[in-house]
């Protein structure tokens, strides 16, 4: 199966600053790449796919780039409803898989 | 606004079958181009894919589960199914059921509902 690992596991952010997250797979998986976002006690959200491309409802400054094994989600002004944990996963193979997630915390 | 929501006992004896299902509102199962999913994710981990169904009944397991997983169907109540047999405390987690048009990421989740092993 292939093997999504996130960077960092833990990110420290102050409101208003740029985050850039991490995911990385262990073979190539095209654009097939989705980021979700978890808040506590609460489901993920589909925040991006295709790896670029916002999902519906969400800020635009959520953004995603990268293709083939190298992803990063950023967000470039973070607001205090974002601090939650992150999470990619690929759906170019089965089973799918998810990266363990970051967790951007206040700084 | 399509809704999926997990029903279920929230504690089962270690080697008992869990079995949780998953009811479908503003959607169809039936209308096809969807696969319907059980993910679930132990305390504090990441998630793990269960498996999926389509509307025509056919299935895939994860192979690091697949010995112990059905995933079935009823369309006439739209509602999926999971069960998993000879659990054991490593089953403990939330399970979620979720939808997913086909080749694509998912798009809705259940709530979650947590299912703890122990006797």
């Known amino acids: 199966e292939i093997v999504m690992t996130q960077s960092p596991a833990t990110l420290s952010v102050s409101p208003g600053e740029r985050a850039t997250l991490s995911c990385r797979a262990s073979q190539s998986v095209s654009s097939n790449l989705a980021w979700y976002q978890q808040k506590p006690g609460q489901a993920p959200r589909l925040l991006i796919y295709?790896?670029?491309t916002r999902a519906t409802g969400i800020p635009a400054r959520f953004s995603g780039s990268g293709s083939g094994t190298e992803f990063t989600l950023t967000i470039s002004s973070l607001q205090s409803e974002d601090f939650a944990v992150y999470s990619c996963q690929q759906y170019y193979d089965w089973p799918r898989t998810f990266g363990q997630g970051t967790k951007v915390g206040i700084k | 606004q399509v809704q999926l929501q997990e029903s279920g006992p929230g504690l089962v004896k270690p080697s008992q079958t869990l079995s949780l299902t998953c009811t479908v509102s503003g959607a169809s199962i039936s209308s096809g181009g969807y696969y319907w999913s059980w993910i679930r994710q132990h305390p504090g981990k990441g998630l793990e894919w269960i498996g999926y169904?389509?509307?025509?009944?056919?299935?895939y397991y994860n192979p690091s589960l697949k010995s112990r997983v059905t995933i079935s169907v009823d369309t006439s109540k739209n509602q999926f199914s999971l069960k998993l047999s000879s659990v054991t405390a490593a089953d403990t987690a939330v399970y979620y059921c979720?939808?997913?048009?086909?080749?694509?990421?998912?798009?809705?989740w259940g709530q979650g509902t947590l299912v703890t092993v122990s006797s």
């Open positions: 169904i389509l509307y025509s009944g056919s299935t």
């Open positions: 295709s790896a670029s």
């Open positions: 979720a939808r997913g048009p086909w080749g694509a990421a998912i798009d809705y």
